[in-house]
């Protein structure tokens, strides 16, 4: 596909992640839903995500809504990332993540040297102490008897990882959902945890994870697609093997159409070709302030069409998370961060490459909305753009 079709997938793409301003939401909850399991590891990250896709909300009406909501979880989920997920896609995600997760935490316990009797000890006294209370993890880790924690160490090539056996205990519990991440204000200096079932109604989730893992492929192209076999094996955290045996069973293939785009098949629903063919999405005026873990960023982390390959080592960690990113244009063309004081909001901006004017005017009017939204009106904001 030529570069015109190039500049037209990215422009669709910022209409279905809702970043096109006259196709944003109305509901929070809509928000999560479509876009399947939200990015939730840094909540200042979450709050700017949700502001970009939805009409006039604040940072207080958002950590309102979000505060103990039983509609929305916040779970570990591919990739042992943190999401914020609706109720409706709780089975999903978690099924169709277990074989994945069960198998990653079988090889992490044997290379920490954690045998079953440890695990379990340790586990037990973490789940008695949350039954009671909320506790963040300091508090947690305290409140273990001092002779059941230990030192550990990975060994990778030369060199080595130190833990804890409770650090990597209480990774499992989170990774198995019996332990979650409660709610707290952003900038708060510690994560709080709960029970499962301080937040939520006591739930068995189905174990035909073949099923769960096939739904999960098919609910990701819905609300990503176009999207080729390396990025939906990246985003469900599943082998490419077992995604490629997924696109040919007979109920998704049935739900599904190959098309390619630059050279490469990608897959799409066919109740959504038509608005693929027919319309087109313009982003020319668009700038955007992205947070952390953007879901459009890590929706396509392999794709060019929004972060130049020269780019992608300041933009991405090596995990796969995006750093806060300046995008023009429908490119990501630098990184930012705030600093916030009792009296003034700091935003630092460093550019790859240099702009041109009318582009830097949409970047300051960009920034007065951003600012806005983080912080009291009364507050200064100071904004500082520097050029690589």
Excluded at 35 to 54: C, E, H, W
Aim: proline share 3%.
């Amino acid at each position: 596909m030529d570069s015109i079709t190039q500049d037209y997938l990215r422009s669709y793409r910022f209409w279905k992640n809702r970043l096109i301003r006259a196709n944003v939401y109305n509901d929070i909850f809509d928000v999560i839903h479509d876009t399947v399991a939200f990015p939730a590891s840094n909540s200042m990250g979450l709050y700017i995500g949700l502001f970009n896709r939805m009409k006039n909300i604040s940072k207080q009406t958002i950590e309102k809504i979000l505060n103990n909501n039983l509609e929305l979880g916040r779970f570990r989920g591919m990739r042992r990332d943190t999401f914020l997920i609706h109720k409706d896609n709780f089975e999903m995600i978690f099924s169709g993540t277990h074989r994945m997760r069960e198998e990653r935490i079988k090889k992490d316990l044997q290379n920490w040297g954690i045998e079953e009797p440890e695990y379990l000890n340790i586990a037990r006294k973490i789940l008695n102490n949350l039954s009671s209370c909320k506790l963040n993890y300091p508090n947690l880790q305290k409140s273990l008897p001092e002779e059941d924690v230990r030192q550990i160490k990975l060994k990778e090539g030369k060199s080595s990882i130190s833990s804890t056996n409770f650090e990597q205990v209480f990774s499992v519990l989170l990774d198995r959902w019996q332990v979650i991440r409660s709610w707290e204000k952003p900038g708060s200096k510690h994560p709080v945890y709960c029970l499962f079932d301080a937040l939520h109604s006591p739930s068995m989730f189905s174990n035909d994870y073949a099923k769960a893992e096939n739904t999960l492929v098919l609910r990701y192209i819905g609300s990503f697609g176009p999207v080729t076999v390396e990025e939906i094996a990246w985003w469900c955290d599943l082998a490419s093997l077992r995604v490629k045996q997924i696109l040919e069973l007979p109920e998704i293939k049935s739900e599904i159409e190959e098309i390619e785009i630059t050279g490469r098949t990608h897959y799409i629903e066919i109740n959504e070709i038509e608005d693929f063919n027919e319309q087109e999405y313009e982003i020319e005026d668009e700038c955007h302030i992205l947070g952390e873990n953007d879901p459009l960023l890590l929706g396509y982390p392999f794709d060019e069409i929004f972060v130049a390959p020269e780019y992608r080592a300041s933009v991405f960690n090596r995990s796969g998370g995006s750093q806060p990113s300046v995008m023009i244009d429908g490119r990501v063309i630098g990184t930012w961060s705030f600093k916030e004081t009792k009296s003034c909001l700091d935003l630092s901006i460093s550019m790859f490459r240099s702009i041109k004017r009318k582009q830097e005017n949409r970047l300051f009017r960009e920034t007065d909305r951003i600012a806005d939204f983080l912080c009291e009106k009364d507050k200064t904001t100071n904004v500082e753009i520097v050029y690589r």
